[in-house]
């Protein structure tokens, strides 16, 4: 065996994540590595945290990066809130309901499906009538911001129903936080995780979460351990919580924890607003593109997401064809669908770094370049200056 | 909030872990990130998977790295290998023996406690006994090189006795691998965890781990769902496990990825031997220096890890100010003592990149200085010539 030193190509990331991640964060994270225990990385931890709450736009304590990537940071929310025999509604419009629900199972909790057509929002009425049919529920969970079909929740009104019917909220915001308002306190949110390779930029491997003082409470009141050592807060909250001495609890992922706090400066630089705000510009110019092509959006408008943007690949055009040649010809990564919609959608990322002009307009040159090759049927050639059109109105 | 770029200081990291991380790990580490199901990305997986076959000496097929830092290794084995009710027997003989039981009994296990002295080998003999009493226990679990006290226990024959006793082995190797010998498939052992950020001088964040056709055997025949869905191995197995098709559980933290092989890559070039062979001349060095200064170890000779000098603080001096100094002073870290030994011992890490010839000198010198300076009753200014005398002899 002699395994060579691996370079990777270098890639345009538009698929549902990772997303590109931006240089100043791949020099940060290669800095020199110090003790997990340094009063120097302790002091970055509490900047860490700092900035996080400024993210989700909460004031809760309780408020840091989960060691592993967001499936983890997902689990986290569960074991620690859902004990053996506790009732969950789970709404699921997508793939990821169908991870909570799994999360639930394990817990030993009972999960109550809220189902939606995938690449639909949320029913609110649906979950009301869920949350009055049982109103022993103790949790409703659901996806702020649904990765596998690009479609956005009202998580105001869902954090407001469950307050209504004294159940805890788990909210996913892995692929809004950064990228579209996530305002947990504003919600009223108790338990909020999120991702950092999506909107922030970052690459994946921690999960940023944060948990709110009724969250809190029901973690110490509960009856049964937390069936995770790993990720059981009231051993996490010795390292990551306030007060001088920080006991060791695992080694955190140095590394990447100097990748998240320079994605956050970053965010921290050009402002939530503003960040926001980019988001919707070039998605409103990849639109602009994607329909000039004569092709259409699997979500209504006002429910879809700025930066992931499900769109039906056109009759008789080879899924995997297309995105293998983008890859192989462009070095352009978009994604697949996933779960009901393998082979019928592309998800195309504009998240963080990658959500900017030389993206959409490259992006959308090479589909109608790859497409028109094909011999698909779109509209060739319109698509580059319909969005420019939208580019310069901004 | 205006929170500044992190600059981290440059120290030389001679506790137990993070070790120094070689600066080709740095460097491989912020190469531009790629998609996570990227055939190029996949490729370099399989890369991986083969050189940690190397490192763990095995031709288990199901070795990866878990996505998350060495604990969260330690509970995959323990949530895919322990249902409720079964019994395992745990070796106790510093801290991890005791998350071993914690692991044990969040499963719904019932553990087993063999316990020793701190800084002492496991007992052979009362692990035999044990397994007599216990003829329905499923699993022994023990730790080859405990992090806290820089002790070595027998791991072939802990196997061995395992497999006499028709028990599964869970082997910690978090501190051993790459440092000492680990040979899993001589040993027989089934499921074995570690860590990169050890003798593998690569960053913190994941956790190499194998698992042998026996315990494959074991997960397919489980009665129990597995309580963690981020930890399961037959979900985890769909995207690291062989086959064309590698399907999406959970986004790899591909930088770290890149780093374990480039550190991976550098133990290849090395020669597993001889990097044994390095770490025990520079462990010899820095005991001759030790005991120059009239300092002790903790572990008899015989157990002793090269690569973790567990060293008695000699009396009336301040544990804490000491490396506070050194810290201040030197940039170095050296490790505190943890739990019953915690302000008794010093934990001198000479791992991976980190042991080496300089670091030996250095460490001696600034403890030598420091300690002299304190008015610690210690022989002064004999420590670096005892191991000079050592490493010129080599």
């Known amino acids: 065996m002699n395994t060579a030193v691996f370079h990777?190509?270098?890639?345009?990331?538009?698929?549902?994540?990772?997303?590109?991640?931006?240089?100043?964060?791949l020099e940060a994270m290669s800095?020199?590595?110090?003790?997990?225990?340094?009063?120097?990385?302790?002091?970055?931890?509490?900047?860490?945290?700092?900035?996080?709450?400024?993210?989700?736009?909460?004031?809760?304590?309780?408020?840091?990066?989960?060691?592993a990537p967001g499936s983890a940071g997902m689990e986290t929310c569960f074991v620690n809130l859902v004990e053996p025999g506790d009732k969950v509604i789970v709404c699921q419009n997508g793939v990821f309901g169908g991870r909570m629900k799994e999360n639930v199972i394990r817990c030993g909790g009972e999960a109550i499906m809220v189902e939606d057509e995938w690449g639909k929002a949320i029913d609110l009425g649906k979950v009301e009538q869920a949350l009055k049919d049982h109103p022993d529920a103790k949790v409703l969970a659901f996806v702020h911001a649904e990765t596998s079909t690009g479609a956005q929740s009202d998580a105001a009104t869902l954090c407001a129903l469950a307050r209504e019917h004294d159940c805890l909220s788990i909210v996913d915001t892995v692929t809004s936080l950064g990228g579209t308002p996530v305002k947990?306190?504003?919600w009223g949110a108790d338990a909020v995780y999120s991702g950092t390779q999506k909107c922030l930029?970052?690459?994946?491997?921690?999960?940023?979460?944060?948990?709110?003082?009724?969250?809190?409470?029901?973690?110490?009141?509960?009856?049964?351990?937390?069936?995770?050592?790993?990720?059981?807060l009231s051993l996490v909250m010795g390292y990551w919580g306030p007060g001088a001495k920080r006991a060791y609890h695992h080694t955190a992922p140095i590394n990447t924890l100097?990748?998240?706090?320079?994605?956050?400066?970053?965010?921290?630089?050009?402002?939530?607003?503003?960040?926001?705000?980019?988001?919707?510009?070039?998605h409103e110019a990849l639109k602009a593109?994607?329909?000039?092509?004569?092709?259409?959006?699997?979500?209504?408008?006002?429910?879809?997401?700025p930066q992931l943007n499900a769109v039906t690949i056109p009759e008789g055009v080879d899924d995997a064809e297309v995105r293998t040649r983008l890859l192989n010809d462009y070095d352009l990564e978009i994604g697949a669908g996933l779960g009901a919609l393998a082979g019928k959608i592309?998800?195309?990322?504009l998240m963080g770094f990658a959500s900017n002009a030389r993206n959409v307009l490259f992006c959308l040159g090479a589909l109608d370049s790859t497409l028109t090759s094909l011999g698909a049927r779109i509209e060739s050639g319109a698509a580059v200056e319909a969005a420019c059109k939208v580019l310069d109105a901004c």
């Open 8 to 25: 990777p190509p270098v890639r345009t990331l538009m698929g549902p994540g990772p997303s590109d991640v931006n240089p100043r964060i």
């Open 31 to 67: 800095r020199p590595t110090i003790g997990h225990l340094d009063p120097v990385f302790v002091g970055m931890m509490d900047e860490v945290k700092a900035m996080l709450q400024y993210a989700f736009q909460t004031t809760n304590n309780l408020t840091f990066p989960v060691s």
């Open 184 to 186: 947990v306190d504003e």
């Open 201 to 232: 930029s970052c690459v994946p491997g921690i999960s940023p979460v944060t948990f709110s003082e009724r969250a809190e409470a029901a973690i110490r009141n509960r009856k049964t351990p937390v069936q995770s050592w790993f990720l059981d």
């Open 258 to 282: 100097y990748a998240l706090h320079e994605a956050l400066v970053i965010l921290q630089e050009e402002g939530l607003e503003n960040a926001w705000a980019r988001h919707r510009r070039n």
């Open 289 to 305: 593109g994607i329909e000039a092509m004569g092709m259409s959006f699997v979500v209504d408008e006002a429910d879809r997401l």
């Open 346 to 349: 592309w998800r195309i990322g």
